[in-house]
């Protein structure tokens, strides 16, 4: 019903920036909240950010000042700006679209960030 795609990931410096996209396709009129997980090999799933569709917004304490999590309803794509990269954010990024029935989730992309 909802099919995510991400893109944006990378190789960076420490200290550097990346965009995060995930682009929403289907029945996107059902998107109630947006979501950005990550996974570092060997670690749990780690919630980063979440954002819903009237523009609240939510953040990790790890990320809190250093990324953020927006959205542009025109185009169903939600965004994570990530500044002030550190070697410890290196993981793959997952999007999440929750719906008023359904959860789904994007294919991945990875981040790594080099010191």
């Known amino acids: 019903q909802v099919q995510l795609v991400e893109s944006g990931g990378g190789l960076v410096q420490a200290g550097g920036s990346l965009r995060l996209s995930c682009a929403a396709s289907?029945?996107?009129?059902?998107?109630?909240?947006m979501a950005w997980y990550r996974q570092a090999p060997g670690q749990t799933r780690e919630l980063v950010a979440t954002?819903?569709?009237?523009?609240?917004?939510n953040y990790a304490d790890s990320v809190k000042g250093r990324f953020t999590i927006s959205t542009d309803n025109v185009k169903n794509t939600v965004y994570l700006q990530m500044n002030s990269l550190k070697p410890e954010d290196t993981a793959v990024y997952y999007c999440?679209?929750?719906?008023?029935?359904?959860?789904?989730w994007g294919q991945g992309t990875q981040v790594t960030v080099s010191s």
């Open positions: 999440k679209c929750m719906t008023y029935y359904s959860n789904y």
């Open positions: 289907g029945s996107t009129f059902n998107i109630k909240t």
């Open positions: 954002i819903t569709k009237t523009g609240i917004t």
